[in-house]
Each structure stands twice: as structure tokens, then as C-alpha cells.
């Protein structure tokens, strides 16, 4: 691995804040001496959960979004965006925002980045087992327009593979329950 000492951030230029990401400038000096600009995209950082029914099927969520201008399916999942909320924490209100369930156990299953080419977003990915139904608690208007379903482990496999299931953290989040024996 390249030795990071080698780069030296110079300063950072905020070009523009949004409700959750920053865009920023940052300018480095390299290993030679020469210095050089990237533009950053800062995130708040997110979290998602793999909900495992007690029949080892999935529940995943359909909804729209905005960047794609689309539905798509994935694990439900959201923006650390409350003071003091530790990771697992915002996990199980996910969870319930998007699902309904409650939750006995959430265990950490790894951290991402999503896109260190560009952004410093970093999602925390859970699964979520023991699963008690209840009402969801949509917050925002996608969610109040999402739907849940659950699949098996094979129908997911399906899906990713004909192109209906393009969702990283979905896709990482599930190959690694069937590495891991599911």
C-alpha cells in the first residue's frame, strides 16, 4: 500500500453545502512535489440492514430515487443524520421507518465506501435478525411511497443477475450472509 504520508492535504475550498453533502475542493501535494486539486463530495456517512426473517428470506424495499429517476430495490437503509446516534442505532430506526420491524439483535456486518474516487461517504452495513412486525414510521415522502417485500437468498442471486437488483450495498450486504453460509 502507498505510503499516505507521501500526500499532504494543503487546504480545502467549500464550493457548495447541501441538506446532506458538502462539496468541496481539496488541494494536495504529492510524493514529487507537485500539487494538484480533487473535488469531494463530504457525507454524514449511512447505514443498511439486511433483514433476515426467521425463514432466512430478505426483506428489501422499492423505492424511488431521485438520482436515478427510478424505483429501486434495496435494503432499507439511511443517513446517520442525528446527533449522538451511533451506527446500530440508526440501523434499528431505519429499520422501523422503512419496515416496521423491530429487531432482537443487529449485528455489524462490515463498513464501505462507496465511492473513495469521490466521496468520503461511508455506510455501516447491518443484519438484522429476531424480527418482530409493526408499522412502519415513513419520514419523507419516497418513504411514504416505498413498499417492502421479502425475497430468498436465490431470488436476490436472480435478480442481480439479470440487472433488476443494481444496489451496491444491497448486493455486497447479501453476498457476504451467502459467504457466510446463508
Not at 39 to 51: I, L, N, Q, T
Not at 71 to 82: F, H, I, M, S, Y
Request: net charge negative; with cysteine.
Amino acid at each position: 500500500m502507498a505510503d499516505q504520508a507521501k500526500f499532504t492535504l494543503l487546504g480545502e475550498t467549500i464550493r457548495a453545502r447541501g441538506s446532506m453533502v458538502t462539496m468541496a475542493t481539496r488541494h494536495y501535494r504529492g510524493p514529487d512535489g507537485s500539487e494538484f486539486d480533487r473535488d469531494v463530495v463530504h457525507h454524514p456517512g449511512a447505514v443498511a440492514v439486511v433483514p433476515l426473517l426467521d425463514d432466512d428470506r430478505v426483506v428489501l424495499v422499492r423505492q424511488f430515487r431521485t438520482p436515478l429517476d427510478r424505483e429501486t430495490l434495496e435494503l432499507p437503509a439511511g443517513v446517520r443524520d442525528k446527533d449522538g446516534e451511533n451506527p446500530a442505532e440508526c440501523a434499528a430506526r431505519e429499520l422501523r421507518e422503512e419496515t416496521g420491524y423491530t429487531a432482537e439483535t443487529i449485528d455489524e456486518l462490515c463498513v464501505t465506501h462507496t465511492a473513495p474516487g469521490f466521496s468520503d461517504e461511508e455506510i455501516t452495513l447491518f443484519v438484522a435478525r429476531g424480527l418482530t412486525p409493526g408499522t412502519n414510521e415513513a419520514d419523507g415522502v419516497e418513504e411514504q411511497h416505498m413498499s417492502a417485500m421479502a425475497f430468498t437468498f436465490d431470488q436476490i442471486d436472480d435478480m442481480i443477475s439479470s440487472g433488476e437488483l443494481t444496489d451496491a450495498k444491497t448486493i455486497l450486504a447479501t453476498c457476504l450472509l451467502r459467504q457466510r453460509g446463508l
